[in-house]
């Protein structure tokens, strides 16, 4: 009887609200033609569209195909954090980028699309090059990393590193849809109890794995090529041997096709006429580089004897002997005393005459599953990142985006830098609906 008397005043209070409304909006005046304005939801902060379409040509960064106009932008802000260990990423603290980013999957041809945007005022193809040290009459490399006082802590020289840009995309690590790429990158942690200090990566627990896209602007760029990789404990994989020091790792790693991509162009030798003391030096040089040539070696052109040169020894002054070929005859020397070309700059300016630290080589097997295109238009990065939609991976390394279902993943956005990237996490790629290519 109670509960009855209780929904009668229930309900006489909820009329009287009504009428009472009712009644003060009587004196309004109503435009009957006025049609009411759609509900437009705000732009999801975190969540990626992908359309369903075919882009006429969608490996072109320079000229955008028109079908990338058709599908959503989100717009991110990627921020450089301090991570542990401490003092990982000093130097780049606080640096803020905004990546633009679309999406785009061509049923018919099985493949995804990832077109990414964003400011960078420099085109960051430099990576530590050889410079020589008049005082010591060495050869010495510029240091990747940014280089501090040890007393004052104050910066004296810029990190030199060609620009970058990683993808992280969760396959089975847990810890991710809370913690995003913060589950398994920087977070100095090994799953052997060791810390190396380096801010390597690991994923928490055995079998975990979290698929890595890492695109070197400069190495990439000849080949069209993203270096495909994978994160894990440490100790989940087969075919190679546990890292007690990084759980990250190429795709089909243990493999010959794993060794095949970038190296580094370098060799130890004893001085010629000084045994007791070694050096670095470049394994290749050109004689005179053009264009593109003074950031990197083309393995291919190791070949090419014409134009490449082996160095096969280096005297107490710094003397560098050539050849064209490993053990060869003597063909000339190159003696940078005297001439300011060779010397490291004021400012972290970089030697004009300076000798690339890379060899550049094509990715070959699993590691080669995700093209990468580019344009750095002398403002902006333009970067279009293609793969499968599902690949030949058997090993659960490679995220797959068949099954149309929601993905996490992070970026990361490397601006003349070695491992201090700015960080954007909690992502959601999400299959949404088609475009059309009219």
Excluded at 56 to 67: E, G, H, R, V, Y
């Amino acid at each position: 009887m109670e509960n009855k008397k209780n929904k009668f005043l229930f309900g006489a209070l909820v009329m009287a609200s009504v009428l009472s409304f009712s009644c003060k909006q009587n004196d309004q005046i109503v435009d009957q033609n006025v049609t009411p304005a759609p509900e437009v939801p705000a732009p999801s902060t975190n969540e990626l569209f992908t359309y369903f379409g075919a882009p006429s040509d969608p490996t072109n960064a320079q000229s955008l195909d028109a079908m990338w106009a058709k599908a959503e932008k989100l717009t991110v802000s990627a921020t450089v954090p301090n991570p542990a260990p401490p003092k990982l990423f000093q130097g780049y603290w606080g640096n803020t980028y905004a990546v633009d980013m679309r999406s785009i999957t061509d049923t018919v041809a099985g493949k995804i699309y990832f077109l990414i945007e964003y400011n960078d005022a420099t085109k960051g193809y430099d990576q530590a090059p050889y410079y020589f040290n008049p005082t010591t009459h060495l050869w010495a490399k510029e240091s990747n990393s940014p280089v501090f006082d040890t007393t004052s802590g104050v910066m004296t020289r810029l990190g030199i590193n060609e620009d970058k840009f990683g993808v992280l995309w969760n396959i089975s690590c847990a810890g991710f849809a809370a913690q995003s790429c913060y589950g398994s990158c920087h977070t100095y942690y090994s799953n052997a109890g060791i810390n190396s200090g380096t801010g390597n990566h690991w994923t928490a627990n055995y079998l975990e794995k979290v698929d890595q896209w890492h695109f070197y602007m400069m190495r990439g760029a000849n080949y069209n090529q993203c270096s495909d990789e994978f994160q894990d404990d440490g100790y989940s994989g087969t075919g190679y041997t546990p890292s007690l020091t990084n759980g990250r790792h190429v795709d089909q790693i243990g493999t010959t096709a794993a060794t095949k991509g970038p190296a580094n162009n370098q060799q130890t030798l004893k001085l010629s006429n000084k045994l007791t003391v070694s050096t670095t030096v470049p394994l290749w040089i050109y004689l005179n580089p053009t264009g593109n040539q003074k950031y990197y070696i083309l393995d291919k052109d190791t070949l090419n004897t014409a134009i490449c040169k082996f160095i096969l020894s280096v005297d107490s002054m710094g003397v560098l002997s050539y050849g064209s070929v490993r053990g060869g005859a003597v063909e000339g020397t190159i003696d940078p005393n005297g001439d300011a070309g060779f010397l490291q700059g004021a400012n972290s300016a970089l030697a004009a005459k300076g000798f690339p630290s890379i060899l550049v080589a094509p990715y070959e097997g699993g590691r080669a599953d995700v093209g990468a295109n580019t344009y750095h238009d002398g403002s902006k990065w333009h970067i279009i990142l293609s793969r499968n939609l599902k690949t030949a991976d058997v090993s659960k390394q490679d995220v797959d985006f068949s099954d149309r279902q929601d993905k996490l993943f992070g970026i990361g956005v490397f601006n003349n830098a070695n491992n201090q990237h700015a960080i954007c996490p909690g992502l959601v790629l999400k299959f949404k609906k088609e475009a059309t290519t009219n």
